[in-house]
């Protein structure tokens, strides 16, 4: 069973970075982190679950106007893990930030819109003065 694990969130003031981590691990035999497509979610209490970016077991990267240019997904295979780095942050950041994966070999689909099969538990992220 896949698991992933969220790390990096804390307290950071308007205009400051974060580098949100999402280690991968339970893989079957001959897999990695390389053969899943991955996304990053955010939620807030009231508002629906917000698609943040992705990236596809062929490198392919999208992200939601919200955060474009600002946010920047990567993955490390050796290290199975995935990042998304988080610059000029503002208040309207602040939410619980998910990692999300579906085994989806060599595929260029990279989407925020579809099912994941996979969850992190979520870490949390405030932006504040």
């Known amino acids: 069973q896949l698991q992933l694990v969220e790390s990096g969130g804390g307290l950071v003031q308007p205009g400051g970075s974060l580098r949100l981590s999402c280690a991968a691990s339970?893989?079957?035999?001959?897999?990695?982190?390389?053969?899943?497509?991955t996304a990053w979610f955010r939620q807030v209490p009231g508002k629906e679950r917000e698609g943040i970016s992705c990236?596809?077991?062929?490198?392919?990267?999208n992200y939601a106007d919200s955060v474009k240019d600002r946010f920047t997904v990567s993955r490390d295979v050796r290290k199975n893990t995935v990042y998304l780095q988080m610059n000029s942050l503002q208040p309207d950041d602040t939410a619980v930030y998910y990692c999300?994966?579906?085994?989806?070999?060599?595929?260029?689909?990279?989407?925020?819109?579809?099912?994941?099969?996979?969850w992190g538990q979520g870490t949390q992220v405030t932006v504040s003065s």
């Open positions: 990236i596809s077991t062929t490198g392919k990267t």
């Open positions: 999300a994966a579906n085994l989806n070999p060599r595929s260029p689909i990279c989407s925020t819109l579809v099912p994941y099969n996979y």
């Open positions: 339970g893989f079957r035999v001959g897999y990695n982190v390389g053969f899943y497509a």
